[in-house]
């Protein structure tokens, strides 16, 4: 049976108080928080903790990565790259972008069920808009990912359905920050009716009736046009899905996906799940959860992530987004990552691999050719580190150093294993942090120079464990 073998989702940390957006502008903007990409972090590194999670424990490896988002790091070079490079997957492995558009999430999805082979799509987003503006307020960042292949699967696919047109509802040309949107009555006289014979259309190749459906997930960013269709589907109202945009806000092109995500946690075995994305259209696919759901739920939940947040003031947030330019530091511009020397390190510098002396068992980090502790020399294996985590030998908080989220908080880590690396650390109140705090590696973008964005990996407080 082909289906759906694991899935995973991320939440930033951050979380920015809509209130605190209309008390900087003097005029309402609503209730709840909306989930806030870091400043070190984009569309392609939240993918890749959304990979990450789906991936962990599974022993299937993807024969290809289909990755989607409206709000790419790169144009003119794969971003889907990156993602596979950090899972080390094999180079045999294919990687794609579908990137542009709300709708290239369903066509990745879409894709990834249909490959021949297991295939990941990851979906992720990161949305902004103008001060003030609906975008802004409503918006959130956030990623998902889902691993399609044969087997014992935790959901299959009991019926597709989509509905395509040409209209201009929402756009952005190239080099512009933000979207524009057409007026909202003429969005909703669109997409109601696609959405529902997109639905109705999938119910009926599924074999089932709307009172039969558990829940119904609609996503899309025509908020009232989500509402409408929900509200004529025909299931009852416990069934509709929370759109999370009290506590996340509309995440684009991840919000279907993020939304799946969370519903597929509190699920049980043999329910009926029905996802509606209105973008450009309507695509809807109907699922049924197996017995295989009960033992495959991620160890991180999307639920455990929206409770454990920190908030990021208005200004922090204008500054990430790059609409208010603050005083950039007296020292010279960082120098960009080089090509070269970046691909012949690739396992080290995307997939955090270490090695491991065959000789005497020492772990080393980053990975060396000769032993610290024997002297053997190449006598190593390498050892991917990326998901152990480690404790907090020690630590300085850097009050000097330029930063867009000051103070600088770096640690000297000690691996579970064997290994000690210092890093810096991301998502972390810098009065909290002390010896012993147990941590984990995230993949983060370090900083960008001429246009090129330079990832690596930083260590995060464990949520749950340190705050």
Not at 219 to 230: F, I, L, T
Request: charged letters at 20%.
């Amino acid at each position: 049976m082909r289906g759906l073998l694991a899935w995973g989702a991320y939440v930033p940390y951050a979380r920015l108080d809509r209130k605190a957006i209309g008390a900087a502008l003097g005029a309402s903007a609503g209730s709840g928080m909306r989930a806030v990409a870091s400043y070190d972090e984009d569309s392609t590194s939240m993918g890749v903790e959304a990979a990450r999670a789906a991936l962990h424990g599974v022993s299937v490896t993807p024969d290809a990565v289909y990755f989607a988002t409206a709000d790419p790091a790169y144009l003119d070079k794969t971003n889907a790259t990156a993602i596979h490079a950090a899972l080390d997957l094999p180079t045999s492995a294919a990687a794609y972008d579908m990137l542009g558009s709300v709708r290239s999430a369903a066509g990745a999805l879409r894709s990834a069920l249909d490959a021949r082979g297991a295939a990941l799509a990851v979906v992720s987003d990161v949305r902004t808009g103008l001060a003030g503006g609906v975008d802004e307020r409503e918006g959130g960042d956030a990623a998902a990912a889902f691993l399609f292949g044969d087997g014992q699967v935790v959901a299959e696919p009991l019926g597709h359905a989509s509905q395509s047109a040409e209209f201009l509802d929402r756009w952005r040309v190239p080099g512009e920050p933000t979207s524009r949107q057409w007026e909202e009555r003429f969005g909703e006289h669109v997409y109601v009716p696609m959405g529902e014979k997109a639905l109705a259309e999938a119910l009926k190749q599924a074999g089932v009736t709307a009172a039969a459906v558990n829940r119904l997930i609609v996503a899309g960013p025509h908020a009232r046009s989500n509402k409408r269709v929900a509200a004529s589907a025909g299931v009852s109202k416990e069934a509709i899905a929370d759109d999370l945009g009290a506590s996340v806000g509309n995440t684009g092109a991840a919000h279907a996906g993020v939304m799946l995500a969370a519903a597929l946690e509190t699920a049980r075995p043999e329910q009926v799940i029905a996802v509606l994305s209105l973008a450009d259209g309507a695509d809807a696919t109907v699922w049924r959860t197996t017995a295989a759901l009960a033992v495959r739920r991620p160890a991180t939940t999307v639920a455990a992530q929206i409770a454990s947040a920190g908030a990021v003031s208005y200004a922090s947030f204008l500054t990430w987004r790059g609409f208010l330019r603050r005083e950039p530091p007296r020292r010279p511009d960082p120098q960009p990552p080089e090509a070269p020397a970046a691909a012949r390190s690739e396992g080290w510098k995307y997939a955090f691999t270490g090695s491991r002396c065959q000789a005497c068992g020492a772990r080393h980090v980053p990975p060396q050719r000769v032993c610290v502790k024997c002297h053997a020399v190449d006598r190593m294996r390498p050892e991917r580190l990326s998901d152990v985590p480690a404790t907090i030998a020690t630590f300085t908080v850097d009050r000097l150093a330029y930063s867009m989220s000051p103070p600088v908080v770096v640690a000297v880590v000690d691996f579970e294993g064997g290994g000690r690396f210092q890093c810096e650390m991301t998502d972390v109140d810098p009065k909290a942090v002390k010896i012993g705090d147990r941590v984990e590696l995230t993949f983060r973008r370090l900083y960008t120079a001429n246009g090129i964005h330079n990832y690596f990996w930083k260590a995060r407080p464990i949520r749950g464990l340190a705050s």
